[in-house]
């Protein structure tokens, strides 16, 4: 089924069902039982160990590592949820190369870390495997409510520990299904067999937390209102606003937004029916652009490019995915910005770039330019919190820098409203950073209606 | 140039490594491979009387492993050969024939009456066998028939069979005994007093294995019961190695050949035995484990270190090492050593830290000014070792003497060059004065 378009070369189906199905499946497979217990003997146990210094959620890792050694998957994988409920998606999205298997000694001692990424998948995968419910149990209910907006990885966090402590919460999100980047976001072969959406209903096996989808902040769901509702309000809308090139033709078929593609290519049931181009241009430089680029390839794209405008040492993509994208046959082009695009007959043929160089800390254009055909060209330069969403407090609620100012327990400057995730001010854009937030908020919650 | 060449009480082989009485010399098939291989000789598996014994038809061995399955620990409740004798015999013969520079010694166990033992002895010289082994050592199934074990538990046991033997037979005479006593000392004297031309050891430690939690039974489970079994393998050595050592140093039995046994599975591990006084050594479990090739490494192993230390034969290692086994109350209590970390080398891992400071004296930092940073602390360090023990890097931790005329900062006494043991120490209530 190939779109008839003089110029451009957009079509489905490129590949075959085996191939699509090979493309798309697991990057790292599930560690069998004496592959895990191997690897895990690989700990030392060290003591106050880095790995969980770098861990932003703290799981004590040596410990869940002795615990598969010992035989004990099922300990292993509480001893992370105890830190995070939703170590199962970290462990299979976490740059672990730049947090705990960055700092592991064996890492520092011989460039080879404990895979502690894919022990922990092991266990929480073996865990829920066997059991349909967290290892919580709920305390006696408090008779306090709390509304978390966003059901991303924040949002389930908070609401988890918050249904924990016997509070009830009301769980809102504007998309049809739960789950934020992890359903919408993630590349596809990191989370395959539906886990998001499993992992998911694991949560909120919890009890005490009520999910209603299709409320949007800002569209059917009022700041104020909720506030007047509810004990606390827990922010975790993510960043629903993308950047733009700010190029004219941008509004041209072809051009389109990374972030939207990823979710199409997450929801989708067949890759076979996803249109894309033969020759594909990525601008940006961060986990999105990879994501973007490398599934482009899988999905049959024979000339898959990303264009950043600075140097490989500062592109937001960790090593790890840098070399994925290049072992995947994408190539990284470095120092060189958009500066137009062109297009026939309404779609985009092609974008013009040009060179980049560092000017003592400032980058510059060069002048040089080179054009690239394309027949897409996909934008993943960052997202942006949209300030209307908040109905109007964003008047009151401080924001800085586009983003919502929150405190060490993740306080907004609205005394009642917590917010965590990608939406705050020195948000990581990582997804276990953001169930950090949601337990540091949940703690805070917690402490603030029991006082 | 190094000479391997073997000569152990008179029976030769090309190199000191024998296989032990076990399943690997069962019969014809497995050591005709073995002698393939290059194993220097074997000891025969154990020879009863008809009608032969049975087995366990379920499983006979069980394990201990490491987390890669690296086989630590081994046992078995296997009995001795369950072949007819006559087959036995005749197939030691030919091998023998065959293989005429190999050791072949054979293996005996019957009830312990003279008459018993004339007759076995005798068909087993008619097989050129170049000796026998006296199975004083299986603890399971044999010893509850008054055999085995149960034999050499009992010094008196021992003499009398080995004098028997000594008597009947022009062979050289092996007594290998059971670790399963309190003082290995009394069963070699006992072997030495028969006239024992030499004595094997360690035979199997009494053992369960381990548990099945689902069967509640002890492994190898038969029909749901298991029964105590014959450990070896690696996890035995240290044991085996004091009991030889036990025996080189007696005064009663120094000079009696020892065979040793016990988890070599290394050239490394012979050439150990060998240093505590060992002639020869006897393998089982190593060959059990990877196939009777393990012999080549042993072979130029042990020929490639002794070639590197200077030595020239294997008389030359013998018994090296056994002025230097000691008791504790010998040892200098004026040497002074201090665990010295090499922070080079360090990982950062923590865990001579966490090792000392939880279980021993505090003696090993976890922070130098606001580093994660592990140093031993001079004026706590007892010198134990623990460190060592428990760092991952090899080399890492090492202990450092320290020179006499420094002071130990730990008892705040200078280090003296004089050689001082507990025998005389002020601390002794049995410290004998010292002569006028």
Redesign the interface.
């Known amino acids: 089924m190939t779109q008839t378009n003089a110029a451009a070369d957009v079509a489905s189906g490129r590949l075959s069902d085996e191939e699509y199905a090979r493309n798309f499946s697991d990057l790292h497979p599930l560690l069998d039982q004496h592959e895990a217990t191997v690897e895990a003997d690989r700990c030392y146990f060290c003591y106050d160990a880095p790995c969980v210094q770098a861990c932003p959620t703290s799981i004590d890792i040596p410990q869940f590592i002795r615990q598969i050694s010992t035989g004990n998957p099922t300990g292993s994988a509480k001893t992370i949820f105890d830190q995070n409920i939703l170590g199962g998606m970290c462990a299979r999205v976490c740059p672990t190369e730049t947090l705990c298997e960055q700092v592991c000694v064996r890492e520092v001692a011989e460039g080879k870390p404990v895979k502690i990424g894919q022990l922990q998948r092991y266990a929480t995968d073996h865990y829920m495997a066997h059991h349909d419910t967290t290892p919580f149990a709920r305390k006696e209910p408090t008779g306090k409510k709390i509304a978390v907006v966003g059901a991303g990885p924040a949002g389930l966090a908070c609401a988890h520990a918050l249904a924990v402590e016997g509070h009830a919460v009301d769980l809102f999100d504007a998309r049809e299904k739960p789950g934020g980047l992890n359903e919408f976001g993630i590349a596809t072969y990191k989370t395959v067999d539906n886990f998001a959406a499993r992992e998911v209903e694991f949560v909120l096996s919890i009890g005490g937390i009520e999910l209603k989808t299709g409320m949007k902040l800002g569209d059917n769901l009022d700041l104020a209102e909720l506030r007047a509702s509810y004990d606390a309000v827990f922010l975790g809308i993510g960043l629903g606003g993308v950047n733009a090139l700010g190029l004219e033709n941008e509004q041209k078929d072809g051009v389109l937004n990374a972030v939207d593609f990823i979710a199409d290519l997450r929801q989708t049931g067949d890759y076979g029916s996803l249109p894309v181009g033969r020759r594909v241009v990525v601008i940006g430089g961060g986990m999105t652009a990879v994501d973007i680029a490398v599934q482009t390839r899988l999905l049959g794209a024979e000339d898959v490019t990303i264009a950043y405008r600075r140097g490989q040492d500062r592109m937001n993509a960790s090593e790890f995915e840098q070399h994925l994208a290049q072992t995947s046959g994408v190539k990284i082009m470095t120092w060189a910005q958009p500066k137009s695009l062109v297009a026939e007959n309404d779609h985009v043929t092609a974008i013009e770039l040009e060179r980049t160089r560092d000017e003592n800390g400032q980058l510059a254009g060069t002048g040089e330019t080179v054009t690239l055909a394309a027949d897409m060209v996909f934008k993943a330069v960052g997202q942006t919190l949209v300030p209307a969403d908040l109905n109007g407090s964003g008047a009151t609620i401080e924001l800085d820098r586009g983003r919502l100012v929150v405190d060490a327990d993740r306080r907004t400057s609205l005394p009642d409203v917590w917010a965590g995730g990608d939406c705050i001010l020195g948000g990581e854009d990582l997804t276990v950073a953001a169930v950090e937030d949601g337990k540091i908020a949940a703690a805070a919650i917690h402490r603030a209606i029991s006082a | 140039m190094v000479d391997l060449r073997s000569n152990f009480i008179g029976i030769k082989s090309p190199n000191p490594f024998w296989l032990a009485s076990a399943p690997p010399t069962d019969k014809e098939y497995n050591v005709v491979r073995a002698f393939q291989a290059g194993w220097g000789g074997v000891v025969w598996k154990t020879l009863g009387e008809d009608p032969a014994i049975v087995n366990v038809n379920g499983p006979r061995y069980g394990a201990i492993h490491?987390?890669?399955?690296h086989l630590i620990g081994f046992n078995n409740i296997e009995l001795i050969t369950d072949r007819p004798l006559e087959v036995n015999l005749q197939e030691i013969k030919k091998v023998k024939r065959e293989w005429p520079d190999r050791a072949m010694v054979v293996s005996l166990m019957v009830p312990c009456e003279e008459r018993n033992w004339i007759d076995i002895l005798k068909k087993v010289e008619d097989t050129d066998a170049d000796g026998v082994e006296l199975n004083f050592g299986c603890p399971h199934g044999m010893s509850e028939r008054g055999m085995g074990s149960a034999v050499g538990q009992v010094p008196e046991y021992i003499e009398m069979v080995t004098r028997w033997c000594k008597k009947h037979t022009r062979m050289p005479v092996i007594v290998k005994l059971t670790p399963n006593i309190t003082y290995i000392r009394k069963p070699a004297q006992a072997a030495n007093a028969g006239g024992a031309d030499a004595v094997s050891l360690i035979n199997t430690i009494n053992s369960i294995v381990g548990v099945d939690l689902d069967a509640m039974a002890p492994t190898p489970t038969i029909d749901g019961k298991g029964a105590h079994g014959g450990y070896c393998g690696p996890a035995v050595k240290p044991i085996a190695l004091n009991m030889v050592a036990e025996i080189a140093r007696d005064p009663a039995t120094h000079g009696l050949p020892i065979s040793g046994i016990g988890g070599i599975s290394t050239w490394r591990d012979a050439a150990e035995f060998m240093a505590l006084g060992a002639g020869n050594v006897q393998v089982c479990t190593a060959a059990m484990t990877y196939g009777f090739k393990v012999v080549q490494d042993m072979i130029e192993g042990l020929s490639d270190w002794m070639d590197s230390a200077g030595y020239a034969s294997v008389d030359e290692i013998v018994g090296r090492a056994v002025p230097n086994c000691s008791d504790w109350q010998h040892l200098n209590l004026n040497y002074i050593a201090k665990a010295k970390i090499n922070q080079d080398l360090c990982?950062?891992?923590?865990?001579c830290?966490?090792a000392c400071e939880d279980t021993s004296h505090q003696a090993i930092t976890?922070m130098v000014n606001g580093e994660?940073m592990y140093e031993v602390i001079d004026a706590e360090c007892v010198g134990c070792n623990l460190c060592v023990n428990v760092c991952?890097?090899e080399d890492c931790i090492t202990m450092e003497p320290m020179a006499a005329g420094s002071t130990d900062p730990r008892t705040k006494m200078p280090v003296v060059a004089d050689y001082a043991n507990w025998t005389t120490h002020p601390n002794n209530p049995m410290a004998r004065e010292a002569a006028e």
């Open positions: 490491g987390k890669d399955r990982i950062k891992c923590g865990r830290h966490i976890n994660r991952p890097v």
